[in-house]
């Protein structure tokens, strides 16, 4: 399972509709990532950028699941799931390279 920033962006449709009828939109994006088995952890609205911003714990299968809906219903513009790591990691990942960098030969070279 991988941790992911998830960002929608809310097409005008949605928030002429939220105005029209305003809800709980946390609630109607738990219940999706829930029901493709993706762990929605924390959310956040930003008003400024029109977009929904949340992190998120699931496979990439069960996230690009999560893009087909939403993409589908016309509510987002635009919607990405960007896989992050924490610190811990990503020294390992830089230790790792450290070991194998003298393996690689660039194209250029």
Known sequence: MSLYLVKGKYSNAAFKGMVDSPQDREAAARKLFTAV????????????????????EGSA????????????TGTFTSFEGIEIIDSKSMTS??????????AYQAPNK
Not at 40 to 45: E, I, T
Not at 62 to 70: C, R
């Open 37 to 56: 088995g993706v762990d929605m952890q924390s959310v956040y609205f930003s008003v400024s950028t029109a977009e929904i911003v949340a992190i998120a």
């Open 61 to 72: 299968e069960n996230m690009a699941a999560v893009e087909m809906v939403t993409m589908s």
């Open 93 to 102: 990942a830089m230790e790792t390279a450290n070991k194998v960098v003298s």
